[in-house]
């Protein structure tokens, strides 16, 4: 008897020694977080080498209906940029192939009088985007410039903002992607591979404006914003998406936003989208 | 007597499985460059960063030396070192291996970033000014090749340790903050 | 209790410390130990290498159509990472149609053929034996010499599918000096225009001016989605739309479904397939009866409108009484169901809105010349906003190939289908007729040469073709992917793909403006594969004799450069873009005359060659036709078909016993099949842009695009049922049927949609493949199965639209979708 409370005495002894040991590093680990902690308080300045004259951006699109010819070419553009998921018929199936630009088709009447349209669906990168409000890590923000980005190694893959977008352009990688060799030679070595787990979606092609941002500066003149195109931009054959500024009042956005053709899709659920529609006729 | 024994007995656990834990992964980090090139020798000779890095000031990753490029200013530079025999043999390798046979040199990359990173050395060496030495700290006076280190320290000096691939955002972000640069997610990430 | 104490038990139980050790120590690394056994998270994963090289924008030519589209190509160390459209091509001014962005997926394809192969099992078993280049072409060219030897160089037949006009030159002479006449074009005519209205009665080739027409009415013709220049049409429409303020211009589309011209013109009149040319020659007899037609351009340009009398003294009927006399407005309302109103009302819109424009595709010969006429009614034949009239723009020339006695005599020997007099008396040889030939000896077919040619896909009634060349006895076949044709051959030799080869070709754009567009590979191949036209050179050098001869150059890129010396000479012109500095040459003294090579080495630098200064004047209203004059009645036909052809076989009209009586029982829908609920549809069937050429189903990421106006990201064939078709069947939503015809049947999923009438049923052409790569094999089905062989009687065209389905229902979707 006399032995067990002896060991009592010394198990306590023991558990308390690790205790402590295990407390120490834990606060010694949180001291540096803590630490950092306080420089997170200073505002996080914007690209300082750009917005020279005081002028931010705010990124936004047209696309005229009018012009669009649902070819898709712009789909395919920047499924190649972007390096898309491949697919296949069992995913098609089961609604899992990601495009993060695709047609979307609405056609309404009985026959033979139908009204009909087919519009290129893409993230509208909004002012009040739904999907930031939501996610628990931060891993969508929305930047300074008005892109809504996507931060992929931040993202835990709750899917809260994919239930959250009215538009549903949000995905999310139910599994890995398939890329039997050699497809991952033709990658677009600017753009990450996303894996399983992950939400992703259309980044008005971010890094071609820090491509285009870093040679204007290496060529020694001033970021112009037509060096900033977009693949599905590019690629359109009628030309009916334009890209730009939409705090500039002379860009060719911001006056065809204020076209009576203009409209956006939702706007009633007040998420401002930055993606404007031109109606036909 | 006893006390000291038990205490070591314990030690020697402790160690045993703790070095288990350490050496296999770290066994895997080994690294063996195809050639010994020592740094330091070349640049006491004069040599500047850029000359065998070329790309560093307008693209975004700086790119490494390929044989044609080691042989012809050894050969150029032959006469004023004649008691070089390593100089002498390196070059005969280079040519008789690389060069006749069109092999590129497999440079083992060490230093570089994730895939989900965007890193440029055009935008920090160019539009940055950042001296190479302030991340890749130490290389020139390596005279090892640079290789992976066995065991990840948790060294934190801010930037590219002696060595390390860049392990921790923190390192890019203190920088970062100390001068002044963006630490928007999306200026890195992509 | 005292230290002692603790001591003393630590002593007795001693031996437990190394375990307590061991366990702290694992306790203490326990992070690193999960590191290790957790599946790594994202970015860990690092499957692609690592590029570190220059980074360079190479031109290129994209190679999936006849357009021609000039691409820009993103190399980083020998990897193509990016594509877009070259700017300073005419043709495509820096976009590209979905199709061109996937020429980087072309070249990574995993299921590439990647080394010559020979066949092992038997002929469609898919066992393949990897061999060498010489064993290969060895082989070939032992075969071939035999045929030569033995004095019958025309049983040797080549099949050419998609083919750029370089290649299809060098395929040319290399029939030319082998000795055979049978070098015959498979392939889809969707998305062709009226080629051959325009030859029979231009005798030109002709360009749709779409950006200036006035006014666009389509008959039958997708044309946003099966053009022969998917690019221009495309940016045609945005400048017709909204090209100049103060102008919108109407589109009116007629064709059996709402397709995507359908969805984005002013009006749809939807009518039953084969019915458009009706409602075409309807417009026609309104607009001359009220006499709204082009009185000017009829009577100096044209042939054949008033009745006329030969040298013998006979009367033959004239367009315009044909058309008086057999179209009127209510005939024509009753039989397509395009109430009278809206005939008369089109007409005015089509003769007072000028220069209006009307397109029609490739379909049967008469409806073509229907529509092409209608057009030289209101004058819109040679003026901005109509159709243009070219002459072909072919820049290549070889001096004339070495022909030796074998080669003239099996030259000078019958081909192998008949073409002349009634029998399709405008076509050269007739793809279709092949298997037939074939199949019951009446020609001797000894090899089989493939030239990217995949007829077992893509013609109607298919298992002809297969029992056909099962019966040859010696198949070869170049192309890319081991497609449904070349499983039947017996040795594969694989070709480079667009990146990987010198590409030429040579287009006019909507304008007229010739371009060449030339390009060198801007990668290394990939595999041991080589470029066609490097195959050609090295086989014929084994073939030896006058064929070598008549290849004297080392590869591609000399025949090229030789083939172009005449362009050079000419002086005319302009690379694309200013041509990089030449490093080499600019401390030479340079010749003040430019060479040969230098010119090529530019053109090529930049990505081609055009003539701006073309389109700025029109060519003359002078057409190649036996009067020297635009032919409502074709002189040439009716040469072609005997002097006693009735006159309406010369004349356009609807080939349908409504309009031709007796003369027209010959061509009938055909029967429907027995079973079913009773209800039979008329099957109408189209080409989505991306399965032009039926290409492009083994790309994964064109398969969604597919159907875009019905859902979305389906991989699959559907079939298009009207609503209240569907509900009397018992149909839902995405439910999968048997589409039975009285020939096979195929499996589709039922989309309710109500852009068909409701006794059509519409089904898109391009799925169904069974070999052709992991993306395409056994994804949707072949609609090509159910559609009898029923050609156009004097072209040689399959008919794709007369046959008579029922829809028989299957069961639940259970998301298997093998073909029968």
Same mark, same amino acid.
Request: charged share 25%; net charge neutral.
């Given at each position: 008897m006399e032995t067990k409370g002896k060991f009592d005495i010394l198990?306590?002894?023991?558990?308390?020694?690790?205790?402590?040991?295990?407390?120490?590093?834990?606060?010694?680990?949180?001291?540096?977080?803590?630490?950092?902690?306080?420089?997170?308080?200073?505002?996080? /300045?914007?690209?300082?080498?750009?917005?020279?004259?005081?002028?931010?951006?705010?990124?936004?699109?047209?696309?005229?209906?009018?012009?669009?010819?649902?070819?898709?070419?712009?789909?395919?553009?920047?499924?190649?940029?972007?390096?898309?998921?491949?697919?296949?018929?069992?995913?098609?199936?089961?609604?899992?192939?990601?495009?993060?630009?695709?047609?979307?088709?609405?056609?309404?009447?009985e026959y033979p009088n139908i009204r009909s349209r087919i519009m290129p669906m893409l993230c509208q990168h909004c002012d009040r985007p739904p999907c930031v409000f939501v996610c628990p890590v931060s891993a969508t923000y929305k930047n300074p410039e008005g892109l809504v980005a996507q931060i992929y190694p931040r993202c835990i893959g709750c899917r809260y903002c994919v239930n959250n977008c009215p538009y549903t352009i949000k995905y999310f990688n139910w599994g890995d992607p398939e890329f039997p060799q050699p497809i991952p030679k033709g990658f677009n070595p600017d753009v990450a591979v996303r894996y399983k787990g992950i939400v992703e979606k259309c980044t008005f092609c971010h890094h071609r404006l820090q491509i285009a941002r870093e040679k204007a500066k290496a060529e020694g003149r001033e970021f112009r914003?037509?060096?900033?195109?977009?693949?599905?931009?590019?690629?359109?054959?009628?030309? /009916?998406?334009?890209?730009?500024?939409?705090?500039?009042?002379?860009?060719e956005v911001s006056k065809l936003a204020h076209s009576r053709r203009a409209f956006r899709l939702l706007e009633e659920l007040g998420t401002q989208p930055k993606v404007i529609y031109l109606t036909e006729g | 007597m006893a006390k000291i024994v038990a205490a070591m007995e314990f030690i020697a656990g402790f160690l045993f499985v703790t070095l288990l834990a350490v050496v296999i992964p770290a066994n895997e980090r080994k690294v063996e460059q195809p050639l010994p090139f020592n740094h330091k020798k070349h640049v006491e000779a004069g040599w500047k960063c850029i000359n065998c890095h070329?790309? =560093?000031?307008?693209?975004?990753?700086?790119?490494?030396?390929? =044989?044609?490029?080691?042989?012809?200013?050894?050969?150029?530079?032959?006469?004023?070192?004649?008691?070089?025999?390593?100089?002498?043999?390196?070059?005969?390798?280079?040519?008789?291996?690389?060069? =006749? &046979?069109?092999?590129?040199?497999?440079?083992?990359?060490?230093?570089?970033?994730?895939?989900?990173?965007?890193?440029?050395?055009?935008?920090?060496?160019?539009?940055?000014?950042?001296?190479?030495?302030?991340?890749?700290?130490?290389?020139? &006076?390596?005279?090892?090749?640079?290789?992976?280190?066995?065991?990840?320290?948790?060294?934190?000096?801010?930037?590219?340790?002696?060595?390390?691939?860049?392990?921790?955002?923190?390192?890019?972000?203190?920088?970062?903050?100390?001068?002044?640069?963006?630490?928007?997610?999306? =200026?890195?990430?992509? | 209790?005292?230290?002692?104490?603790?001591?003393?038990?630590?002593?007795? @139980?001693?031996?437990?410390?190394?375990?307590?050790?061991?366990?702290?120590?694992?306790?203490?690394?326990?992070?690193?130990?999960?590191?290790?056994?957790?599946?790594? $998270?994202?970015?860990?994963?690092?499957?692609? $290498?690592?590029?570190?090289?220059?980074?360079?924008?190479?031109?290129?030519?994209? %190679?999936?159509?006849?357009?021609?589209?000039?691409? !820009?190509?993103?190399?980083?160390?020998?990897?193509?990472?990016?594509?877009?459209? @070259?700017?300073?091509?005419?043709?495509?001014?820096?976009?590209?149609?979905?199709?061109?962005?996937?020429?980087?997926?072309?070249?990574?394809? $995993?299921?590439?053929?990647?080394?010559?192969?020979?066949?092992?099992?038997?002929?469609?078993?898919?066992?393949?034996?990897?061999?060498?280049?010489?064993?290969?072409? %060895?082989?070939?060219?032992?075969?071939?010499? +035999?045929?030569?030897?033995?004095?019958?160089?025309?049983?040797?037949?080549?099949?050419?599918?998609?083919? @750029?006009?370089?290649?299809? !030159?060098?395929?040319?002479?290399?029939?030319?000096?082998?000795?055979?006449?049978?070098?015959? +074009?498979? %392939?889809?005519?969707?998305?062709?225009?009226?080629?051959?209205?325009?030859?029979?009665m231009m005798g030109l080739n002709f360009n749709f001016d779409l950006e200036d027409a006035a006014f666009i009415i389509s008959f039958g013709f997708d044309w946003l989605q099966s053009f022969p220049s998917p690019v221009e049409a495309t940016y045609a429409y945005s400048v017709l739309r909204r090209g100049k303020p103060d102008r919108r211009v109407r589109i009116v589309h007629i064709e059996p479904h709402l397709s995507i011209t359908g969805i984005k013109a002013d009006e749809w009149i939807p009518v039953k397939p084969y019915t458009e040319s009706a409602l075409a020659?309807?417009?026609?007899?309104?607009?001359?009866?009220?006499?709204?037609?082009?009185?000017?351009?009829?009577? @100096?340009?044209?042939? #054949?409108?008033?009745?006329?009398?030969?040298?013998?003294?006979?009367?033959?009927?004239?367009?315009?009484?044909?058309?008086?006399?057999?179209?009127? $407005?209510?005939?024509?309302?009753?039989?397509?169901?395009?109430?009278?109103?809206?005939?008369?009302?089109?007409?005015?819109?089509?003769?007072?809105?000028?220069?209006?424009?009307?397109?029609?595709?490739?379909?049967?010969?008469?409806?073509?010349?229907?529509?092409?006429?209608?057009?030289?009614?209101?004058?819109?034949?040679?003026?901005?906003?109509?159709?243009?009239?070219?002459d072909d723009f072919f820049p290549f020339s070889l001096p004339p190939c070495q022909q030796d006695e074998i080669a003239r005599k099996g030259l000078s020997s019958n081909p192998i289908t008949k073409t002349d007099g009634k029998i399709f008396p405008l076509a050269e040889l007739v793809s279709e007729e092949v298997p037939d030939s074939i199949l019951n000896s009446s020609y001797p077919v000894n090899a089989v040469l493939l030239y990217r040619a995949n007829p077992v896909f893509s013609s109607p009634d298919l298992g002809r073709w297969v029992e056909a060349i099962k019966t040859v006895p010696f198949v070869v076949s170049m192309t890319s992917f081991l497609d449904e044709t070349s499983m039947f051959a017996d040795i594969i030799l694989p070709l480079s793909v667009t990146l990987e080869s010198w590409q030429a070709t040579s287009t006019r754009t909507l304008k007229g403006v010739p371009v060449l567009s030339l390009s060198k590979p801007v990668v290394e191949p990939l595999y041991d594969t080589l470029s066609g036209v490097d195959?050609?050179?090295?086989?014929?050098?084994?073939?030896?004799?006058?064929?070598?001869?008549?290849?004297?150059?080392?590869?591609?890129? +000399?025949?090229?450069?030789?083939?172009?010396?005449?362009?050079?000479?000419?002086?005319?012109?302009?690379?694309?873009?200013?041509?990089?500095?030449?490093?080499?040459?600019?401390?030479?003294?340079?010749?003040?005359?430019?060479?040969?090579?230098?010119?090529?080495?530019?053109?090529?630098?930049?990505?081609?060659?055009?003539?701006?200064?073309?389109?700025?004047?029109?060519?003359?209203?002078?057409?190649?036709?036996?009067?020297?004059?635009?032919?409502?009645?074709?002189?040439?036909?009716?040469?072609?078909?005997?002097?006693?052809?009735?006159?309406?076989?010369?004349?356009?009209?609807?080939?349908?016993?409504?309009?031709?009586?007796?003369?027209?029982?010959?061509?009938?829908?055909?029967?429907?099949?027995?079973? #079913?609920?009773?209800?039979?549809f008329h099957l109408y069937l189209f080409v989505p842009l991306v399965f032009k050429g039926g290409e492009g189903a083994h790309l994964p990421y064109l398969q969604g695009i597919a159907g875009s106006y019905l859902s979305e990201h389906r991989w699959e064939t559907w079939v298009e049922i009207n609503p209240e078709t569907a509900d009397e069947l018992g149909l839902e939503n995405d439910e999968f049927v048997w589409v039975v015809s009285p020939i096979g049947r195929v499996k589709a999923r039922v989309k309710r949609y109500v852009g068909v009438p409701k006794d059509v049923v519409a089904m898109p052409l391009g799925l169904g493949h069974t070999a052709y790569g992991r993306w395409a094999q056994y994804v949707g089905?072949?609609?090509?199965?159910?559609?009898?062989?029923?050609?156009?009687?004097?072209?040689?065209?399959?008919?794709?639209q007369l046959t008579l389905v029922r829809i028989v229902k299957e069961g639940k979707s259970d998301g298997n979708q093998r073909q029968i």
């Open positions: 198990r306590r002894k023991l558990i308390a020694l690790f205790g402590t040991l295990t407390a120490a590093l834990g606060v010694f680990s949180l001291r540096r977080k803590l630490a950092s902690q306080e420089n997170k308080e200073t505002e996080p /300045a914007p690209e300082n080498h750009e917005s020279q004259n005081g002028h931010k951006p705010r990124w936004g699109m047209v696309i005229d209906l009018d012009k669009c010819t649902g070819c898709g070419a712009c789909v395919v553009a920047c499924s190649v940029e972007n390096n898309m998921m491949l697919g296949d018929a069992q995913l098609a199936e089961q609604g899992r192939v990601i495009r993060w630009m695709y047609l979307l088709p609405m056609i309404e009447g914003p037509e060096d900033y195109v977009p693949a599905c931009v590019e690629a359109c054959p009628a030309k /009916a998406i334009y890209f730009g500024d939409l705090n500039d009042p002379e860009s | 070329p790309f =560093a000031d307008h693209q975004k990753f700086a790119g490494l030396p390929q =044989a044609q490029e080691c042989v012809d200013c050894h050969k150029a530079e032959m006469p004023k070192y004649p008691n070089n025999k390593k100089m002498r043999e390196i070059t005969e390798l280079l040519e008789k291996e690389y060069i =006749a &046979k069109g092999r590129e040199i497999p440079w083992v990359v060490v230093h570089s970033v994730k895939d989900f990173v965007y890193f440029s050395h055009q935008r920090h060496v160019t539009l940055g000014k950042v001296e190479c030495v302030e991340c890749h700290v130490g290389v020139d &006076k390596m005279t090892e090749p640079v290789t992976k280190p066995l065991f990840p320290l948790p060294t934190y000096p801010k930037m590219i340790a002696y060595n390390q691939s860049v392990r921790k955002m923190e390192w890019c972000l203190d920088c970062h903050r100390q001068k002044k640069v963006t630490t928007d997610c999306n =200026a890195c990430h992509r | 209790m005292s230290m002692k104490d603790l001591m003393k038990e630590i002593k007795v @139980n001693r031996r437990g410390f190394f375990k307590w050790g061991a366990i702290s120590g694992t306790a203490a690394t326990l992070p690193l130990w999960i590191q290790k056994l957790l599946p790594s $998270p994202v970015g860990l994963k690092e499957t692609r $290498p690592k590029l570190y090289g220059e980074e360079s924008f190479l031109p290129s030519v994209c %190679g999936c159509c006849e357009a021609g589209c000039g691409v !820009l190509v993103r190399v980083i160390k020998g990897n193509a990472v990016g594509i877009k459209g @070259n700017p300073h091509h005419p043709v495509n001014k820096g976009a590209l149609c979905p199709k061109g962005f996937t020429l980087i997926q072309e070249l990574y394809h $995993p299921d590439r053929v990647k080394t010559p192969l020979k066949r092992k099992g038997d002929r469609g078993s898919n066992e393949w034996k990897p061999i060498s280049w010489e064993e290969a072409l %060895g082989e070939v060219s032992e075969k071939l010499r +035999e045929i030569r030897s033995k004095g019958e160089p025309h049983s040797l037949l080549i099949l050419t599918g998609s083919t @750029n006009k370089f290649e299809r !030159l060098m395929l040319r002479r290399f029939s030319s000096a082998f000795g055979t006449p049978n070098i015959v +074009e498979v %392939g889809w005519c969707f998305g062709q225009g009226m080629v051959d209205a325009a030859s029979a020659l309807g417009i026609a007899h309104v607009i001359v009866a009220e006499g709204l037609y082009d009185k000017d351009f009829v009577l @100096n340009h044209t042939f #054949g409108f008033e009745d006329w009398v030969d040298e013998k003294g006979r009367v033959h009927l004239g367009f315009k009484s044909l058309l008086l006399r057999d179209y009127e $407005p209510e005939r024509v309302s009753k039989f397509t169901g395009v109430d009278k109103e809206t005939i008369r009302r089109l007409a005015y819109e089509f003769a007072e809105k000028k220069p209006s424009l009307a397109l029609t595709d490739r379909t049967r010969f008469y409806d073509q010349m229907a529509v092409l006429s209608l057009n030289a009614l209101v004058g819109s034949i040679g003026v901005k906003g109509g159709i243009l009239h070219f195959i050609l050179l090295r086989l014929t050098k084994s073939i030896g004799g006058t064929v070598s001869e008549s290849f004297p150059w080392q590869d591609a890129s +000399e025949a090229l450069k030789e083939s172009l010396r005449g362009l050079f000479t000419s002086g005319q012109g302009e690379p694309l873009s200013e041509p990089p500095a030449a490093e080499e040459e600019s401390w030479i003294e340079e010749e003040t005359k430019p060479t040969l090579d230098k010119w090529f080495k530019n053109i090529a630098a930049t990505g081609g060659w055009t003539d701006k200064k073309v389109a700025e004047k029109l060519p003359p209203l002078k057409f190649k036709t036996p009067s020297g004059k635009f032919e409502f009645y074709s002189l040439t036909l009716r040469k072609r078909l005997g002097e006693e052809t009735p006159d309406i076989f010369c004349l356009p009209h609807v080939e349908d016993p409504e309009f031709l009586g007796e003369l027209g029982k010959e061509v009938r829908l055909s029967v429907a099949p027995q079973g #079913g609920d009773g209800k039979t089905s072949n609609p090509s199965a159910v559609v009898p062989k029923v050609l156009d009687k004097i072209t040689g065209q399959p008919l794709w």
